[in-house]
Nanobody, 115 residues
Framework: QVTLVESGGGLVQPGGSLRLSCTAS????????RGWYRQAPGKQRELVAT???????AYADSVKGRFTISRDNAKNTVYLQMNSLEPEDTAVYYCNLKQVILTYWGQGTQVTVSS
């Protein structure tokens, strides 16, 4: 079993920055994929960014150039640095961890971009 705990959400003005963190605990394999997803009110959950164990990254087109995903394998933690935030980025952000055939999710953290 794996538990994921997110932190770092909050209220920020347009153009501002936030850094989300997600720490995993439990039976974590060396090879896994970590990711961030988001779900805005009335919309489906969508992929934001992913990062593999060896550091390969992928991003949704809507966040390329503004968001950066990174990970610290020693701490079992993945980060999402979000810059130049826009009102359209407002959502609940979820981290996940995929290993073998299993996927685990965090409880989510609210990010609100508003003036």
């Amino acid at each position: 079993q794996v538990t994921l705990v997110e932190s770092g959400g909050g209220l920020v003005q347009p153009g501002g920055s936030l850094r989300l963190s997600c720490t995993a605990s439990g039976s974590i394999f060396r090879i896994n994929v970590r990711g961030w997803y988001r779900q805005a009110p009335g919309k489906q959950r969508e992929l934001v960014a992913t990062i593999t164990s060896d550091g390969s990254t992928a991003y949704a087109d809507s966040v390329k150039g503004r968001f950066t995903i990174s990970r610290d394998n020693a701490k079992n933690t993945v980060y999402l640095q979000m810059n130049s935030l826009e009102p359209e980025d407002t959502a609940v952000y979820y981290c996940n961890l995929k290993q073998v055939i299993l996927t685990y999710w965090g409880q989510g953290t609210q990010v609100t971009v508003s003036s």
